[in-house]
């Protein structure tokens, strides 16, 4: 697999030639009514870019903090820290204050970049020095402005990116370090490389065929890769508007701005489409032509409904932190350049991106599975990190030759589309089977389904706490059933799953509320605890 990296555009570079083909097209905006073309743009961003090389970072400082939700100014403040030539750490605010010490300290950041009006609701004491974004608005000078406006309307790209010290950055450099979201243990710092991002833009695009006409419903945060990368750098290297919506679970105010913009293209996860699903109009969404879901496993009857009701069929894909996002994509044949081929197969996560390769091995012997069979699913290509930032051995641990060692379990069919059957700690030894906990969700979320509920989130989670006699036991964590316990566990008999994987009556726990991530993914060591909790107390 050869890339020409040296040839190569990184993100910054292909932002800026993106801006001075778009001068006067709004590029971006987001729910607090802003709306900018990309000459406007381009000039916000140099102006932010002088003020922070001139009082806030220090020469040696690489890694800059940022604390923000989905908005214009969290996207202006991404994109002057990589015109900087820094590398941008976006904080998960959503974590704990100890996770966010935690990557600040593991990223020895100096600097967090965040805003006033972050800070009201919530106080964080992160022991280092934040910026708010107010106060570099008022250090940003008449002359400031002039040379932005200058560089962005009247300077030519090639001379611009020489002038501000873009041609100096390397593909191999450091764009961003992102934190996983610790849904298994603690947070690792995964860096992502300025082609890592760069690749994966042109990958996506050639699979999704982006027109300068697309608008992308920017609702994902930007601490999540799937956010940063698809969300984020996508639309604005190639050309598109993107519209950024604080909160994802917003899902009215998120319907109002697809149809006040006429999105055309939504990424997002199967949590979020359940809200909009619940909550949005179909004329809203009426001119979406491409919806890609990712982070975890998509329901096939969420989609089929999604379908029915805004006549958009989602497609679902599959990546990890430590692929810079989508590795694998069903493609919408419409929008596939080979419309010849049959770009989807639902359950599936699709076929690997333009670069990647994919395959599964043995859990044990670690050596590769024929087609169809199922082990641990390894991703290879221009899309794997750097590595863990400060952990050279647990980034050996992963990669081997070249391979990304997932830690999903799933299989390559024989037309190469990639299926996950569930995460290897989302099993449960019992008696000594590995029991899915996937399987068995996706079967009582059909049993308890409410098509009258307005309830959007997540109803249900399935996890399992150590038991003397079998080695483990399944959990069931549920808000409030329509059906009594006896009739679900009945309904799940019925499907033909083993008795092994049929949860025990005692196994079912009401919650109000299933714990969740920021990023949309179930939160699995928050829903461990709370069923380790309730064993501790005897209750189970």
């Not at 932010?48 to 009082?55: E, F, Q, S, T």
């Not at 029991?435 to 307005?454: A, G």
Request: charged share 20%.
């Amino acid at each position: 697999m050869n890339v020409n990296k040296s040839a190569e555009l990184t993100p910054a570079r292909l932002f800026l030639r993106s801006c001075k083909k778009t001068l006067n097209d709004v590029r971006i905006a987001d729910s607090s009514g802003v709306e900018m073309t990309g000459g406007k743009l381009l000039s916000s961003v140099m102006a932010i870019r002088r003020v922070l090389l001139r009082d806030v970072l220090g020469v040696e400082e690489q890694f800059v903090g940022i604390l923000l939700p989905a908005t214009a100014a969290s996207a202006i403040t991404n994109l002057a820290v990589a015109m900087c030539g820094r590398t941008v750490v976006n904080l998960n605010f959503t974590t704990t204050e100890a996770d966010m010490r935690h990557c600040v300290k593991d990223a020895r950041v100096r600097h967090v970049l965040t805003s006033k009006k972050m800070l009201e609701k919530k106080h964080f004491d992160l022991g280092v020095e934040f910026v708010f974004l107010e106060d570099l608005k008022e250090k940003i000078t008449n002359f400031d402005k002039i040379v932005a406006g200058f560089a962005a309307y009247l300077i030519p790209a090639t001379m611009l990116e020489r002038m501000i010290g873009l041609t100096r950055v390397a593909p191999s450099d450091i764009i961003a370090v992102i934190f996983t979201s610790g849904s298994t243990g603690e947070p690792k710092g995964v860096m992502i490389s300025q082609h890592n991002v760069s690749a994966t833009v042109d990958a996506a695009d050639q699979v999704f065929n982006i027109k300068q006409s697309d608008c992308v419903l920017g609702i994902l945060p930007l601490f999540h890769c799937f956010g940063y990368v698809a969300a984020f750098w996508l639309p604005l290297c190639v050309s598109a508007k993107v519209v950024f919506h604080f909160n994802p679970l917003d899902a009215r105010q998120i319907g109002e701005l697809a149809h006040q913009h006429r999105a055309t293209i939504l990424f997002g996860t199967p949590t979020f489409l359940r809200g909009y699903l619940k909550r949005c109009e179909k004329e809203q969404f009426h001119t979406l032509e491409l919806v890609v879901v990712g982070a975890e496993k998509m329901p096939l009857d969420l989609a089929e409904q999604f379908r029915e009701k805004f006549g958009v069929q989602p497609s679902e894909g599959y990546g990890t932190t430590e692929t810079s996002g989508p590795a694998c994509v069903n493609v919408s044949d419409h929008r596939s350049e080979n419309a010849h081929q049959n770009g989807t197969r639902l359950g599936s996560v699709g076929r690997p991106m333009p670069g990647v390769m994919a395959r599964a091995i043995d859990p044990d012997t670690k050596q590769p599975l024929p087609t169809g069979g199922v082990g641990i699913v390894c991703i290879k290509g221009i899309n794997i990190m750097l590595g863990y930032l400060n952990q050279p051995e647990k980034t050996a641990s992963v990669i081997k030759d070249g391979w990304y060692e997932t830690g999903d379990m799933g299989f390559v069919d024989d037309e190469g589309f990639v299926h996950i059957t569930g995460r290897l700690s989302r099993f449960s030894k019992i008696g000594g089977e590995m029991v899915p906990h996937l399987r068995i969700e996706e079967n009582l979320l059909r049993i308890v389904e409410d098509p009258t509920s307005t309830d959007s989130g997540i109803p249900l989670a399935v996890t399992s706490v150590p038991d003397t006699k079998k080695g483990e036991r399944l959990i069931v964590l549920h808000k409030p059933l329509v059906k009594s316990v006896k009739q679900v566990i009945n309904e799940l008999a019925e499907t033909g799953l083993p008795t092994l994987w049929i949860p025990s009556h005692d196994g079912f726990i009401e919650v109000e509320e299933i714990p969740i991530l920021g990023t949309g993914k179930l939160d699995l060591k928050g829903i461990k605890q709370v069923a380790l909790s309730f064993a501790e107390k005897g209750h189970l």
